[in-house]
């Protein structure tokens, strides 16, 4: 199977089994009107990935995507409250173009007319309409089936956790070449970071990119690239290394469209994120993540959530029962929409201040209770940086230290701390001794999880219990509130990573549309069918 | 009880294990492949730094065509601490609560500080860690301060709207964190900030423009048209303590 399974294993915490049972219940109670929410709206994103999954693609000479320019010529016209499909199939049932890149030109030309369907035209645009929709994720369903072929013909890595290593430069003509030495040093997952800008552009960039912020855009050609150069690296290493890219911001449902028609293997996806941390509209949030799990699910891809980042604003050790809440809101959140088990890469991170006394045995507690609390997920294990000082020597200690709390605690994939975390980003040297660090460390302590057993009354299993309790208290705590979404004024209140989200601001707030009665959008219908 | 500590002279060297011995550690990457040339080229390159001799304690292929070196030697250079040019604390060090009194009695109402990440930055740790209550370094953020209105516009704002911002809230003072220093997008950044800032108020009337961010040098403020930089290990109350100073106290005076 395509997944770091963790090692089979009992629960080494001795979790109360009603306790953990009540937690999921809780997670569920308060996730439930969420995804109401999100069932009742649409957003400009949704619309234009349903658009890119029936093939629209390319841009204007301005770089502004041909599916941009339809679906505003539609909204203008009839509106997105009755998806943009039943307008756009009706005008090519009507011979408007010949196809949809004509139309979007023409559209933004000004030259054609949109109007909703009724009768037979209805029936004719809608069954045009999931015709062609349905070819693009039949072409995800054939990436799907062509990553399971290399991931038998290659084979997984042999060793646990995952090693998992970023790149960043901002050209990707300089992220192939690093990339593939990355998998040649033995990363087994490549993450290409985004542009900081990229995640409040209501639009994805087009083409092959050279210019990128602290990142390279994420972009289809971008994607096509490296999918291609890591085939190659798979091909000469003899193991699948799997590609990693962002979920994430405006463009989500976007974004995970193009990842399964790129054959992306691993996506950043998390269901707050964007809120608490970008300033995203909650509503539009949670509709794009709802639709872009959607499509995740089945394109096989394995969702990355983003608990780390909560500990990089509020204290680790006070905020451990924020990240178990926000695991649990988005096992709920991904199960809902059709993921599994294995494509569940919850994350959490190594954050304790070190100077604290026992914060190694913390940390050990946190990530035992999430290995225990999921334990078919592949679990993300995220590196220290709030406490790497500039002091890269020191650094490199902490790093060895979440090393091994990684293998100690049977953690999925790891994501590869730099001792020049906080000072620059990284180095050709800087990688290559953080997979010496590594290497080391799994070599040293390889199995040592199985021998490994903290005292079930020790110091270890009560903090994991307490972290537990407090993530229940903070649960029902959300449920209290006086709206029946109650976790939509948890957001607003600041209780995750203490941002204030109220649900009517934030950015992209003017994309979203509560949908009509008729409502028609064929890529949801398709990924929601049985 | 005291220590006997030798005063140093303002001429010192680097201090490995004994006084003079001018000893230092590098540790570089060559794009060559190892070899016994290779190390030479390490050592080569050291002694253009001043490091001689050198001695070439560690070399390791990284990739197929590059090497990595740690070396120790010893440096031929001087360093005159009396011609070091440093940006002094100018300004003293207040308590939250001398700090919430001097504004209440010098300024009669609250001091206005608005705060954001400007341009594609999406790093909010900085501006969060100044202006969070949570605070950093054990110090709470100047939310804490009762006569500051703290306004944190968070990541990514554009510097229009942070102009427009600062006007509607009546700013007294401008804090902009800058982390991302990829192609120098926290200098430019930056530098477009305070022309923005001087186009949009009358010279007498602008806030304070304060900018902080690990990569900054604290005497870079004039280049960048601020009042102010801040660097790496600042805490909010020293930011508290230079805003009480500049907006409160010299003022009165």
């Known amino acids: 199977m395509s997944t770091p399974r963790p090692p089979a294993r009992r629960s080494k915490l001795d979790l109360d089994p009603v306790t953990v049972r009540k937690a999921r219940s809780l997670a569920r109670q308060a996730g439930r009107p969420i995804v109401d929410l999100a069932q009742k709206h649409t957003t400009v994103s949704v619309e234009r990935a349903t658009l890119r999954l029936a093939g629209l693609s390319g841009a204007d000479p301005d770089g502004t995507p041909w599916v941009n320019r339809l679906l505003d010529a539609v909204r203008g016209d009839v509106g997105i409250e009755h998806g943009v499909a039943l307008p756009v199939w009706d005008a ?26 009724e009768g037979r035209d209805l029936t004719r645009a809608r069954s045009a309409a999931t015709r062609q929709v349905g070819a693009g994720i039949r072409r995800m369903d054939a990436r799907r089936r062509e990553r399971e072929r290399l991931v038998r013909r290659y084979g997984d890595p042999q060793h646990q956790p995952w090693i ?102 691993m996506m950043l996806n998390d269901s707050m994120y964007g809120i608490l941390f970008r300033d995203i509209n909650p509503v539009r949030t949670f509709v794009d993540q709802r639709f872009s799990r959607q499509v995740h699910a089945r394109a096989g891809i394995i969702i990355n959530t983003g608990e780390d980042n909560y500990l990089t604003t509020a204290d680790a050790v006070e905020a451990a029962h924020t990240v178990t809440v926000s695991q649990l809101l988005n096992e709920y959140f991904a199960k809902e929409a059709g993921l599994e088990d294995w494509q569940l890469g919850l994350g959490h991170a190594f954050e304790i201040d070190p100077d604290l006394p026992d914060s190694f045995r913390m940390e050990l507690a946190h990530a035992m209770l999430a290995r225990d609390l999921f334990p078919k997920a592949p679990l993300k294990w995220m590196p220290p940086t709030r406490h790497m000082t500039g002091d890269v020597f020191r650094g490199y200690l902490l790093d060895a230290f979440f090393n091994l709390a990684g293998v100690l605690t049977g953690q999925s994939i790891l994501l590869v701390g730099m001792m020049t975390e906080a000072v620059v980003t990284p180095w050709l040297s800087d990688r290559d001794l953080a997979l010496q660090n590594v290497r080391y460390v ?66 992209g707030l003017e994309g979203v549309a509560r949908k009509a009665p008729g409502y028609v959008n064929p890529a949801t219908d398709l990924l929601e069918a049985p | 009880m005291n220590d006997t500590v030798v005063s140093p002279g303002p001429i010192v060297r680097p201090y490995g294990d004994t006084t003079g011995d001018g000893m230092v550690q590098v540790s570089f990457t060559l794009p060559i492949p190892h070899s016994k040339v290779a190390e030479g080229a390490a050592a080569q ?58 504004i209440r009695t010098g300024l009669r109402r609250r001091l206005v500080v608005v705060g954001a990440c400007i341009g594609t930055d999406a790093h909010t740790v900085g501006i969060d860690a100044i202006l969070n209550i949570k605070g950093f370094a054990g110090e709470k953020g100047l939310e804490y301060y009762r006569e500051l209105k703290v306004v944190n516009l968070g990541a990514q704002v554009s510097v229009p709207r942070l102009v427009e911002r600062a006007q509607a809230e009546k700013a007294d003072a401008v804090l902009v964190s800058q982390v991302v220093t990829q192609r120098d ?69």
């Open chain 1, 442 to 507: 799994m070599n040293a302590a390889g199995s040592l999880h199985e021998d490994f057993r903290p005292a079930p009354d020790g110091f270890i299993a009560q903090r994991a219990r307490q972290v537990l309790a407090e993530s229940i208290d903070l649960l029902e705590r959300i449920l209290a509130h006086s709206s029946n979404a109650g976790l939509l004024d948890a957001i607003a209140d600041g209780t995750f990573g203490l941002m204030k989200r109220p649900a009517d601001s934030g950015r």
């Open chain 1, 164 to 265: 998992y290593l970023i790149v960043a430069t901002g050209d990707i003509y300089e992220d192939m070449p690093q990339a593939q030495q990355a998998a040649r040093e033995g990363a087994d997952v490549i993450a290409v970071i985004r542009s900081t800008g990229q995640s409040l552009l209501d639009y994805v960039p087009e083409g092959p990119t050279r210019e990128g912020f602290a990142g390279t855009y994420a972009t289809q050609d971008n994607f096509r690239l490296m999918r291609a150069a890591l085939d190659e690296s798979s091909k000469r290493l003899r193991r699948y290394v799997r590609l990693t890219n962002y979920a994430s911001g405006l463009c989500m449902p976007e974004i995970a469209a193009l990842a399964g028609l790129e054959r992306l293997d």
């Open chain 1, 92 to 117: 090519l049932v009507r011979g408007e173009a010949e196809d949809l890149e004509t139309l979007a030109q023409k559209a933004s030309a000004g030259s054609v007319r949109f109007r909703l369907p």
């Open chain 2, 45 to 102: 390159l050291a002694a253009k730094m001043g490091i001689e001799p050198a001695l070439v304690v560690h070399a390791k292929p990284m990739g197929p065509g590059f090497t990595f070196f740690v070396v120790y030697g010893r440096v031929n250079h001087l360093v005159d601490v009396s011609a070091v040019q440093v940006v002094e604390r100018d300004y003293p060090l207040l308590a939250a609560k001398e700090v919430n009194l001097a």
């Open chain 2, 185 to 253: 997008a926290h200098v430019s950044n930056t530098k477009q900030m305070s022309a923005a800032f001087r186009e949009a108020y009358p010279s007498h009337r602008r806030p304070l423009l304060i900018v902080g961010g690990p990569r900054f040098d604290e005497s870079m403020a004039d280049e960048l048209g601020v009042d102010r930089v801040f660097v790496r290990g600042t805490t909010p109350g020293e930011v508290a303590s230079y805003l009480t100073h500049q907006l409160v106290t010299r003022r009165a005076r």
